[in-house]
């Protein structure tokens, strides 16, 4: 069973970055898409942002698009999630997913419901 862990979470100010970072226990970045999804407490979980390995197609929410840049690096086995001008509704328990293949979306944004291997999160809390 491929685990994922990530890490890089923390607390920053508004306007701040961090760096999440995903390490899966077998390297399958390269087969594998990669994504993020985030949740707040009593709210559904939400996808941010998803990699294809077949072809490096990003995908972004649009309340992160343009300030939120996800990619891998294989040779490190490592997926990021680079987040930049950090709001204070940026501030949820980030999890990275992956599926083989291609990303799955549902309205641009990836779907929960098919990515069947999940990390335990890492809490982002935005300060104003």
């Known amino acids: 069973q491929v685990q994922l862990v990530e890490s890089g979470g923390g607390v920053v100010h508004s306007g701040g970055s961090l760096r999440l970072a995903c390490v899966p226990s077998e390297n399958i970045l390269s087969d594998h898409a990669v994504a993020w999804f985030r949740q707040v407490p009593g709210k559904e979980r939400e996808g941010v942002s998803c990699l294809s390995s077949t072809d490096g197609s990003t995908y972004y929410s649009y309340s992160v698009k343009g300030r939120f840049t996800i990619s891998r690096d294989i040779a490190k086995n490592t997926a990021y999630l680079e987040m930049n001008s950090l709001k204070p509704d940026d501030t949820a328990t980030y999890y990275c997913?992956?599926?083989?293949?291609?990303?799955?979306?549902?309205?641009?944004?990836?779907?929960?419901?098919?990515?069947?291997?999940w990390g335990q999160g890492t809490q982002v809390t935005v300060s104003s």
């Open positions: 997913a992956a599926r083989l293949g291609r990303c799955a979306n549902v309205g641009g944004v990836p779907f929960s419901g098919a990515y069947d291997i």
